[in-house]
């Protein structure tokens, strides 16, 4: 225990909002421990003594760092269905990251088996700049467009999910716990005019948050040719409790245009469609959608799916399915856009063009995205995907 009071002291002196945090994590010693650290995701980091005195001194510091990053941002309570080796990843990936950045040192040979955002943009089509800006959620999307897990690391130095206890405090309980502790680790930080680098990330993820599925309706149902008109109109019998004197625009159809690179199958597209097919019921529209990766073309959502499942992948461009939607969509036609946001051609000017003619001819033009969120025409409502 001795040992642990001089590497909380180191770190408080290195990385105080980190240093802070492990102040208020306990400890039990487990020699049958599988690393040389574990938590049970609430307050508590498991430590291995024979395998922790292993490594290298920096190390050790940088692997208690870490584990009290799992505990304070939640990660076990925050994985939910997600696959739990692909959430861990995404989830060291951000605490390493914040980590390295607070300049807690570590080994080269750490340094080479831990992951990172170089090792992400490694295996995917992402830039390193774009994933040292993302969340976890938005790693783990990314990830999620991958076809199987190669090159992705098994970390041999600490685990977390695995050692969650069944009996412990209520989540409730434990997300005030260190929401008050990240608070307190941050003044005490900024105090000592040591702020922690990226930590806009993490307070992003522990923000309250409306449900993406909310905010896809709302920025559908919120477009400018969606507005109610005046009218002499007796109420509908169909629709008894409309007021007299009012209806709504009527929307012919609801485009919703799918990325086939892969991100989007699964959970993602399923309630982004659910959701889509409800609102063109209320409204009388018809769904229409446009399947695009090199191509574009108007397809079936159980085709799109199936050939989702096929091919994986990532990165694509979105030009082809502009140009068939312009086409097509008729004035105050509905336009949802669902995508990982990694899209080749975004930036060029032929595309932009396009997006506005789309946005400008659209009663309501959205952006949904899993991972990255382009540079959009201003009429656009943006939606992300977590």
């Not at 190669?150 to 405090?169: I, N, P, R, W």
Request: proline residues 4%; contains cysteine; glycine residues 6%.
């Amino acid at each position: 225990m001795e040992e642990i009071k001089s590497i909380r002291g180191a770190l408080l002196a290195v990385a105080p909002f980190f240093g802070s945090l492990l102040l208020k994590c306990s400890f039990v010693f487990d020699n049958n421990l599988q690393y040389p650290a574990a938590n049970d995701g609430g307050k508590t980091i498991y430590i291995n003594p024979n395998k922790f005195r292993k490594l290298e001194p920096r190390d050790r510091m940088f692997v208690l760092a870490h584990e009290a990053g799992h505990l304070a941002f939640l990660t076990a309570a925050r994985r939910g269905g997600r696959d739990p080796f692909k959430w861990n990843i995404s989830t060291d990936c951000v605490i390493n990251h914040l980590l390295i950045k607070s300049k807690i040192s570590l080994t080269e040979e750490l340094e080479r088996s831990i992951v990172t955002p170089r090792m992400i943009a490694k295996i995917t089509d992402a830039s390193v700049e774009d994933v040292e800006k993302m969340s976890a959620d938005q790693i783990y999307n990314l990830l999620s467009t991958l076809t199987d897990s190669c090159g992705l690391v098994e970390t041999k130095y600490c685990s977390h999910d695995e050692y969650a206890k069944e009996d412990g405090d209520g989540e409730g309980d434990i997300a005030e716990y260190w929401a008050k502790n990240i608070a307190e680790a941050y003044d005490f930080a900024k105090s000592m005019g040591r702020e922690p680098a990226g930590l806009d990330i993490v307070l992003e993820i522990l923000k309250p948050k409306v449900r993406w599925i909310t905010l896809l309706r709302q920025a559908i149902l919120q477009g400018p040719g969606l507005q109610v008109i005046t009218t002499w109109k007796r109420p509908h019998r169909k629709v008894p409790n409309d007021l007299p004197g009012y209806t709504r625009l009527t929307v012919s159809n609801v485009w919703v245009l799918v990325d086939t690179s892969g991100s989007m199958v699964g959970e993602h597209l399923n309630q982004a469609m659910t959701e889509v097919f409800e609102i063109a019921k209320t409204l009388n529209s018809k769904v229409r959608l446009i399947a695009w990766d090199a191509d574009a073309y108007e397809d079936t959502l159980s085709n799109i799916k199936t050939t989702m499942r096929v091919k994986g992948g990532g990165g694509t461009v979105i030009a082809p399915a502009l140009k068939l939607l312009l086409s097509k969509m008729r004035r105050n036609d509905i336009t949802v856009v669902l995508t990982d946001g990694l899209i080749f051609d975004i930036d060029s000017h032929e595309t932009q063009k396009m997006l506005d003619e789309v946005a400008a001819k659209s009663a309501a033009a959205v952006f949904a995205t899993t991972v990255k969120m382009p540079s959009l025409p201003e009429r656009w409502r943006k939606v992300l995907i977590t």
